[in-house]
C-alpha cells in the first residue's frame, strides 16, 4: 500500500502481515514517545496472530528485529522482538494465539502502564468500556485486556505486581 502523507512530518504506510493492521511512522522531526513504563503512558505492543511464521519473517525482514522464542513454542508460543544486535533493547512480541486456542481475531494489543490494575479496571466500567479478560496476575504484571465505549480494546498492566512464571518456559 504506498505510504500516506500525515502533516508535514511523517508518512504511514499500511499493511496487514498475518492478518493484523499496522503502519510504520516515519519521523521527520517528530519527537515520538516521550514517556514510557510509567502509569497514564505506553508500555509495550504484541501482536496476536494466527500465522506466526509469516508474521516473524516480515517483521524480521522489514526492520532487521532479532527475535528471540519465549515459552516451548507450543503450549505458550512468543516471541520477544529487539533492535538489532541489541538484546536488552526490547520493542514488541508476537503471540501465536493459535497455541491458546483462542479464537480472537488477529491484532495488535497495546499496553499501558496503571498504578493499579483493578481500579482502573473499575474505572473503565463506571465510563461506559468492559472489561474483556482480567484483571489477572501474570510474570509480567497484574494486568487486563478491556475496550473503551466505542469497543476498541487495549491492555492496562500494573508492572509492580508480578507472579507466577512464563508458562512452557
Same mark, same amino acid.
Given at each position: 500500500?504506498?505510504?500516506?502523507?500525515?502533516? @508535514?512530518?511523517?508518512?504511514?504506510?499500511?499493511?496487514?502481515? !498475518?492478518?493484523?493492521?499496522?503502519?510504520?511512522? /516515519?519521523?521527520?522531526?517528530?519527537?515520538?514517545?516521550?514517556?514510557?513504563?510509567? @502509569?497514564?503512558?505506553?508500555?509495550?505492543?504484541?501482536?496476536?496472530?494466527?500465522?506466526?511464521?509469516?508474521?516473524?519473517?516480515?517483521?524480521?525482514?522489514?526492520? +532487521?528485529?532479532?527475535?528471540? /522464542?519465549?515459552?516451548? !513454542?507450543?503450549?505458550?508460543?512468543?516471541?520477544?522482538?529487539?533492535? @538489532?544486535?541489541?538484546?536488552?533493547? /526490547?520493542?514488541?512480541?508476537?503471540?501465536?494465539?493459535?497455541?491458546?486456542?483462542?479464537?480472537? @481475531?488477529?491484532?495488535?494489543?497495546?499496553?499501558?502502564?496503571?498504578?493499579?490494575?483493578?481500579?482502573?479496571?473499575?474505572?473503565?466500567?463506571?465510563?461506559? !468500556? &468492559?472489561?474483556?479478560?482480567?484483571?489477572?496476575?501474570?510474570?509480567?504484571? &497484574?494486568?487486563?485486556?478491556?475496550?473503551?465505549? /466505542?469497543?476498541?480494546?487495549?491492555?492496562?498492566?500494573?508492572?509492580?505486581?508480578?507472579?507466577?512464571?512464563?508458562? +512452557?518456559?
Amino acid at each position: 500500500m504506498k505510504a500516506l502523507p500525515v502533516g @508535514p512530518t511523517s508518512r504511514f504506510p499500511t499493511s496487514r502481515p !498475518g492478518g493484523s493492521f499496522f503502519g510504520a511512522f /516515519q519521523l521527520r522531526g517528530h519527537p515520538g514517545f516521550d514517556v514510557v513504563n510509567v @502509569p497514564g503512558a505506553y508500555c509495550w505492543t504484541e501482536n496476536h496472530t494466527r500465522d506466526a511464521a509469516a508474521v516473524d519473517a516480515f517483521y524480521e525482514t522489514v526492520f +532487521g528485529y532479532d527475535g528471540v /522464542q519465549v515459552g516451548d !513454542g507450543v503450549h505458550f508460543d512468543y516471541k520477544v522482538w529487539s533492535r @538489532p544486535g541489541d538484546p536488552e533493547g /526490547q520493542l514488541a512480541g508476537r503471540m501465536n494465539s493459535a497455541s491458546g486456542g483462542g479464537d480472537e @481475531p488477529p491484532a495488535f494489543q497495546v499496553y499501558f502502564v496503571v498504578a493499579d490494575c483493578d481500579a482502573a479496571a473499575d474505572t473503565v466500567g463506571r465510563l461506559g !468500556g &468492559r472489561v474483556v479478560m482480567g484483571p489477572e496476575d501474570s510474570p509480567f504484571g &497484574r494486568m487486563a485486556v478491556v475496550a473503551d465505549d /466505542q469497543g476498541a480494546r487495549f491492555a492496562i498492566i500494573d508492572v509492580t505486581r508480578r507472579s507466577g512464571s512464563i508458562p +512452557g518456559a
